[in-house]
């Protein structure tokens, strides 16, 4: 808490487009809480901007459309200008254009919190703390301890399975059973950050061997995305598996035979961050956008699309509160060493 | 008469010509398109990580430790079955159609140009909603009737990547082998078969020695495509277990990114395709594979008698396997609204042809991108091409032929090497171009500048230079004389350059993969992400509509140039 | 209409050790003077008429056409700019243009009104008889007119020099004929410098005005057809204008040589002073057969004939002529002899040959 205090609140350090006297400048006074006027003052000056551009990993494109048509709705005058790709090809875009002194970006919504530790040590972000952070769970509340970025998105790792095929497994030790053999399909940890960060987890939990070599013996098929299992399950190549929360939500409302199991041996919370870039071309807009993500518009809008809603009170897809369900979450500090360090196990256990 | 004292005028008029700029400023083109993205490859593969400087540490851990050792195998071992298998598909397949009266051969000809056309990694994609283990089709057809835990095909194997890649590579043998036969003269085998010889054992002792510098031909092209895949073993290999060295170079490029190590790591597949490029110009000799259609007057067609249809049947299966089966797939699947539940009644629907075409914007950009990205590459290859040819074949300056090698240097380089490359050079000062469409043009224009080299080369030098210099002894420059007598002449050529080269970057995936930014996105890599996120009917939409572009350009292509042009192969 | 003075042109391929293909050649062509370049193949006459064309650069010597020097080892007037127009061996005519565009291509280079372009187009066709044809294209016409368009092409734009390079080597025997009168009458009517290549001497005999026979990158001999045919230079003239017996001779006397034990006189067009030997040519057409009548004594007669003896190797039939070929103690010859002379193979024969034909040159 203290360490906020250590950063000098110029208008220098606050970035592009801040003068002294604007929202940002007075945010900055009070260590970047939000409060209400906060909001109206970001707005008036957002609207003069005109428009905010939101590159996002999280949720599918049609998704976060609707977050962005949320975001309009209850900021009419305010265009939003959305990129949704995969985190790694964003990251890899920005770091690029951040190189090369080109700023287009205003909000940056990554899936790995891994980036957001790089882009920090860069000082490429600047601090902001949206109201209502009290609203969600209280671990990830200041995610980072300087408030460069702020949770963004929870997803689940949990199993996802064909309740027509197998009654639901309880644990995630149920996937070692050898009754299992040739029902399981999962991701690589290499090719995708969600699947990386249940390995550290399961890795951290259970031991290498004590887990991946036995799971290793019942063949799962290896896929490269972390929803390949519920892809898997929902096309009947596979049974079960690790799996994210949300698309199995979603299939499962589209009716295929797929359904979610929170184990009972914790379920792998995997935060992602948010944040709003220093050099933000449109910085009010950019953190009136920001400030959205804690809103109940944005929590139910998430909710609508089979996410997580990052509130507490805003009732989750599957009536299940985050508090209330047993999680084990990998810290960043944790996870920055430990995915290459598994990412090389796995590939040794499973030869690919 | 003039007297001998009269003073002589030296003429110097005519020594300004501008034709050198444009030469000069298409071999400038060429460098920046070639050498800069190869050479910063290099140059990154020795670059210490940290500091920058010089080392040959990246070699030895890419070389070195055994994860990364066995996708070097393991490629190695694909690429040899992959050649083998469409080389011993291809050949008999080629002999049928070119030199017997098989029925129906062409019918089978149109068949095997939509295989050339099928981007091996969508055959790959309708390949898995067909045959994986346990949700393929056929898989359930087969167990439905046998009553058996599930069907007897899994494509998720090394044998089901061979089995794919071989499929989409037999036009390669197809094309080489083909061609090479409708060059035999009949005589030849005539002069067998009046010693007394079989059919068959003519086919032995004659015709197959005589083609089998094509069929070597062939068996190098399929290695090297095989080698530098990406799509096919991305999907069907991991799953199998199996690394491949495309699929290790992605990995290079995933969080966190080791630049160095895949430059190090891709610089041996260079030096391999080299080689093997240089085996297959020693095997070649000099001999050029072209068809022209019923050139070297008529030929005798050997005839099957009661063996035509059994036949038919067998060389029925391979498009059966390359194309009508998956299309199928494909078009089952894009025309369901869930695919998991089948084009059953109720769940059929135009929704995800709407939905791709007008009301997902991205996806949509996404097909504009392809095409115009492929526009833009194909004329821009297709002009250096042909500068780059005509100042080679007119030897406008000393060393000029080495121009030509510097045109088809990029052959050389596997396309996702070559991205990677490309991504090096060109994503910082001075030259920014990441994340431009240009990064994306420049690439493609780079990976096909070799077909339409190839293509233009041989046509220049079959215009007789005396049309040329007719027009200059009548007054006209260098240049208006390419103008107006060359390039009218060689309109078909530069047409089926366009062609030869807007086709395969269309449907381009291994070096767009690693260049593609949110906003310069293509049909190909959408794919692949929607692939990733599991939505196959977008996957089997947009691959359709690649498909059904490409075979509209193909046919009008056909029709304009002649069934020949895609068969014109380089030396 | 220009003289081309050729001086000392110089140009070898493949870097300077390589052989010459011209080799220092010096060559005068007059003001409206037909001169052919003779040679077999590898002579250098094609490289000397790209070297006149400016589509070459030589190594060393100059090409001066009146008095503007257009080519030196230093700078080349391009082809473009020298006012020479070039008859190609395959026609060159375009085939994406009609037969009206191909003539007026050159007209439309200088810039012309469309109606000179038109009118003079339409006169060069109608002097060569293609008005007809003036919309069709070259894909639809005989090698005979295609050549004659070419010939149309090169006249229209009233170019200095023409230069033709084998012309009529692709057209068949009886259209050979038609454009040897073509391209005569062009030379009457404008009197233009001409340069004509070609391999095939009598085509040179015909055509040209005087003849430069070429033999590896130089000039073996310069003159008119009278002259290189009465008077060669040496035994490769000789022989490749015409055909001739070469017989190896030694030179004993003045006007004497020592052939086979017999003592011939022969006609010395040089003056040979030096005993040794040399090479006697006798045409076969200036030999007869003689009816020796028992007479068998060989070699210089007072009636002004040499007499020698030899057997028939072989006799051909020919309908207007007897071919012989008959050996001489060694040396084979050919005799053209009328049809009626009918000596058996086998047989000895004696010839008898005016001193006149019994020519000798130096050695080569």
Redesign the interface.
Known sequence: MTTRGTFVRSAAALGAGVAAGSPIASLAARKNQVTDADVSALYAAAKKEGKVVWWTGHYTQAAAEKIAGAFKAKYPGIEVELLRQTGQVLFQRLTQDLKSNVHQVDVFASTDEAHMTILKKQNTLAQFVPGDIDKIPKEYQHLDPEDTYQLGDIALMLINYNPKKLPAPRKWNDLLDPHMKDLISMGHPGFSGYVGNWVVAMNDKYGWDNYFKKLAQNNPKIGRSVFDCTTDIVSGERVVGPGADSLALERKAAGNSIAIAFPEDDTILVTAPVTVLKEAPHPNAARLLMNFYYTKEYSQTAASTFNLPLRLDVPSPTGVRIDRMRTYHVKIERLLGGIPEVTAKWRETFNV | MASVTAPRRVDRSGSFDPGPIFFIGAVVVLAILVIVPIGWLLLISLQHVETGGFTLGNYVEAFTKSIYLRPIVNSFVLATSVATLAALIGTPLAWLIARTDMPGRSGLRALITAAFVTPSFIGAEAWILLAAPNSGWINRTIASFTHADHGPLNIFSLGGAIFVMALYNVPYTFTFVAGGLELISVELEDASSTLGASAWRTMRSITLPLVMPAIVAGFIMSFLEALAEFGTPAFLLIPARTQVVTTQLYLFFQFPVRTELAAAYAMPLIGVTLGLLLLQRRILGRRKFTVVGGKGGKRRLVALGPWRWPLLAAALAVPLCSVILPYLALLATSLSRIWSQGPVPGNITFYWYHWALFENAPTRLAIFHSLWYGAAAATVATTIAFLIAYTANRKLFPGAQALGIVCMAPFVVPGIVLAIGIYAAYSHPPLVLYGTAAILIIAFTTRFLPIAYSNLNTMVAAINTDLENAARTLGATRLRALRTITAPLLRRGLLASWLLVFIPAIRELSSAIFLFTPRTATMTTQIFDFTDAGNYEAVATLAIIILAITLVIVSAAYRLLGRDFMEKTST | MA?IDIAGLTKSYAGKNAARAVDGIDLAI??GEVMALVGPSGCGKTTTLQLL?G?LKPDAGTI?V?????S?AK?V??????R???I???Y?V???MTVFDNVA??LR??KLSRSEVEDRTREVLRSVRMTDLAQRYPSELSGGQQQRI?LA??VV?K?ETL?LDEPLSNLDANLREEMRFEIRRIHEATGITMVYVTHDQTEAMVAADRIALMRAGKIAQVGTAHDIYEKPASAFVATFVGGTNTLPVTLVEPHIVEFGGARLRVRDDFAATARGPVTLCIRPHAIEIADANGDTTVGYRENGTNRIAGTVLRQTYLGDARDYLIDLGGTQIRVAAPPSVDRTVGSTIHLDVPVEACRIVPGD
């Not at chain 3, 007037?77 to 020298?82: A, F, G, I, M, Q």
């Open positions: 003289r007059a003001d064309a589509f001066t009146g008095d503007r020097e257009v030196s700078h007037v391009p082809p473009e700019r020298r020479m127009s070039l190609f061996q395959s060159a375009w085939p994406h291509y050159g280079v200088m070419a092409r090169a734009v170019p230069l």
